[in-house]
């Protein structure tokens, strides 16, 4: 093994610690990570067997030296690998991922929501399925061709898509049929039904694809009878967040929360109930209590 790949870490005293760093440097000794600790103490990293000049220029300017520790440059190269593999790995999933649909939120399109998630999946765009880079325009003009959509705008935010519509304004909505399902889950909070028969209440726990209000009513009698009718309901849900991010600031992890989270929220978001951001050696633990409002022919 090379000497010049064996290094040592040492702090200097004398006054002004600039004094020693100035000699060596003029001597021609490289320094590594200079600190000064005081206004006589200096830290730096040198050469191990760069040690008799250091030895040599303390002596004729009266500095005193510790040396605190020795080590292999390339042991200590070696030691990083690991950490370097798993940031690379990291960045190569996080890459993987953002090819990736996990989620389609379809806004402004009230009554035609099913109409359109099915022309977006004879397309090519389905959750949990590589995006189609580049296919924005054309998918775009087959939703157009939906009768009553004047608009269409299809952005890919992470790991979701938002598709934004727009109907014409003499254009009235189409009743939308069936039960009301679940599209996003967590715990509700509150729940209106003007139509239909409510199978979750308030405080229960409910996951995405979970009836939330059925498509018919009961009549009672000698035999219970149900009777199909369509659903007109909205309920608020609260949803939870956790998640360490890197960022330079509070605010900005908190940014950075708020468009993971409301990213993938199918519905309008209520409010931010609750929050909570943890400086770690990490990054920053962002907590959040938010709510999302789900509705059918409301």
Same mark, same amino acid.
Do not use: H, W
């Given at each position: 093994?090379?000497?010049?790949? %064996? +290094?040592? %870490?040492?702090? $200097?005293?004398? +006054?002004?610690?600039? /004094?020693? @760093? &100035?000699?060596? *440097? *003029?001597?021609?000794v490289?320094?590594? /990570?200079? /600190?000064?600790?005081?206004?006589?103490?200096v830290s730096f990293s040198i050469e191990a067997s760069?040690?008799?000049e250091l030895k040599l220029a303390c002596a =004729?300017?009266?500095?005193? +030296?510790?040396?605190?520790?020795? #080590?292999?440059l390339r042991r200590e190269g070696l030691k990083r690998i690991p950490l370097l593999?798993? $940031? $690379?790995?990291?960045? #190569?999933?996080?890459?993987?991922?953002? /090819? #990736?649909?996990?989620r389609i939120e379809v806004l402004g399109a009230k009554g035609?929501?099913?109409?359109?998630?099915? @022309?977006? &999946? =004879? &397309?090519?765009?389905?959750? &949990? %399925?590589? +995006?189609?880079? !580049?296919?924005e325009e054309k998918i775009s003009a087959k939703v157009l061709e939906i009768e009553g959509v004047s608009y269409c705008s299809i952005r890919k935010l992470g790991t979701a898509v938002k598709v934004e519509v727009q109907l014409s304004p003499f254009q009235s909505p189409s009743f939308q049929s069936g039960d009301m399902i679940c599209k996003t889950g967590g715990e509700i909070r509150s729940i209106t039904v003007l139509s239909g028969t409510p199978l979750k209440g308030v405080g229960e726990r409910v996951e995405r694809g979970e009836t939330l209000v059925a498509g018919y009513l009961t @009549?009672?009698?000698?035999? =219970?009878? *149900?009777?199909?009718? !369509?659903?007109?309901? *909205?309920? @608020?849900?609260?949803? $939870?967040?956790?998640?360490?991010?890197?960022?330079?600031?509070?605010? !900005?992890?908190?940014a950075k929360a708020k468009f993971e989270a409301f990213g993938v929220a199918v519905g309008g978001v209520q409010t931010i109930e609750k929050k909570e951001i943890i400086k770690t050696d990490k990054g920053y633990l962002v907590k959040m209590i938010y709510t999302v409002a789900e509705s059918m022919n409301f």
């Open positions: 093994m090379k000497e010049s790949s %064996r +290094y040592m %870490r040492v702090i $200097a005293r004398g +006054y002004p610690p600039e /004094r020693l @760093v &100035n000699k060596l *440097r *003029r001597k021609g490289p320094l590594y /990570r200079i /600190r000064k600790k005081d206004k006589d103490r760069k040690e008799q =004729e300017i009266g500095f005193a +030296y510790t040396a605190l520790e020795r #080590f292999d593999l798993g $940031a $690379a790995l990291f960045l #190569f999933l996080t890459c993987l991922s953002n /090819r #990736f649909v996990f035609l929501e099913n109409k359109i998630l099915s @022309v977006l &999946n =004879e &397309n090519g765009l389905k959750e &949990n %399925r590589a +995006y189609a880079f !580049g296919e @009549v009672e009698g000698e035999e =219970e009878k *149900r009777i199909p009718t !369509g659903v007109i309901a *909205r309920v @608020v849900i609260a949803r $939870a967040y956790e998640k360490v991010l890197q960022a330079e600031s509070e605010s !900005g992890a908190f």
